[in-house]
Antibody
Framework: QVQLQESGPGLVKPSETLSLTCTVSGGSISNFYWTWIRQSPGKGLEWIGYFHYSGSTDYNPSLKSRVTMSVDTSKNQFSLRLTSVTAADTAVYYC???????????WGQGTLVTVSS | DIVMTQSPDSLAVSLGERATINCKSSQSVLYSSNNKNYLAWYQQKPGQPPKLLIYWASTRESGVPDRFSGSGSETDFTLTISSLQAEDVAVYYCLQYHTIPRTFGQGTNVGVK
């Protein structure tokens, strides 16, 4: 059973870069697509983008200019970078496995990131 | 973007009674090539991540109780809990995975009357 765990700073200053890592256990990162989703009280659940170990990505157009996703297959981890953050980026960030049909079938526990000086 | 609109925003149902949640998409999420609706339902309890209940609009995820069922096609979908249990108190979301960007409904809060 694939399990996911997010890690990274819980506090980021405005205008700086948010960086999170997702560690995958119970399965190879090479076998699936992965995605990041965030949840904030104001905007509900928001899809950030897809990632595949081959380098294929697809980002939400609303965030595309600030988002980068990458992978470290040796550690079975993938990462999210979001630049130039503002208070609007404060949210719980989830890393999620994508099922064969494209739905999101397994979620990490989530990590709260607060943007504040 | 495809806008997903759920109704109602909240509902209270007696234990053992039926709960019905609707989800309407601003565009069809049906792929005619495979006749599949790219619509999923999730349950989220406080402090937990969303849990997949239903995908392809009506396929129950492994381990999900059969009191949960999904129906609908193209733009109109329904999640039904046939007999509400105390452990079903949660917020429920629909998701369309037909088009980029993927989008969620705003959520429906289900409680006990």
């Amino acid at each position: 059973q694939v399990q996911l765990q997010e890690s990274g700073p819980g506090l980021v200053k405005p205008s700086e870069t948010l960086s999170l890592t997702c560690t995958v256990s119970g399965g190879s990162i090479s076998n699936f697509y992965w995605t990041w989703i965030r949840q904030s009280p104001g905007k509900g659940l928001e899809w950030i983008g897809y990632f595949h170990y081959s380098g294929s990505t697809d980002y939400n157009p609303s965030l595309k200019s600030r988002v980068t996703m990458s992978v470290d297959t040796s550690k079975n981890q993938f990462s999210l970078r979001l630049t130039s953050v503002t208070a609007a980026d404060t949210a719980v960030y989830y890393c999620v496995k994508v099922g064969e049909g494209g739905h999101f079938d397994r979620w990490g526990q989530g990590t709260l990131v607060t943007v504040s000086s | 973007d495809i806008v997903m609109t759920q109704s109602p925003d909240s509902l209270a149902v007696s234990l053992g009674e039926r709960a019905t949640i609707n989800c309407k998409s601003s565009q069809s999420v049906l792929y005619s090539s495979n006749n599949k609706n790219y619509l999923a339902w999730y349950q989220q309890k406080p402090g937990q991540p969303p849990k997949l209940l239903i995908y392809w609009a009506s396929t129950r995820e492994s381990g999900v109780p059969d009191r949960f069922s999904g129906s609908g096609s193209e733009t109109d979908f329904t999640l039904t809990i046939s007999s509400l249990q105390a452990e079903d108190v949660a917020v429920y979301y629909c998701l369309q995975y037909h088009t980029i960007p993927r989008t969620f409904g705003q959520g429906t809060n289900v409680g006990v009357k």
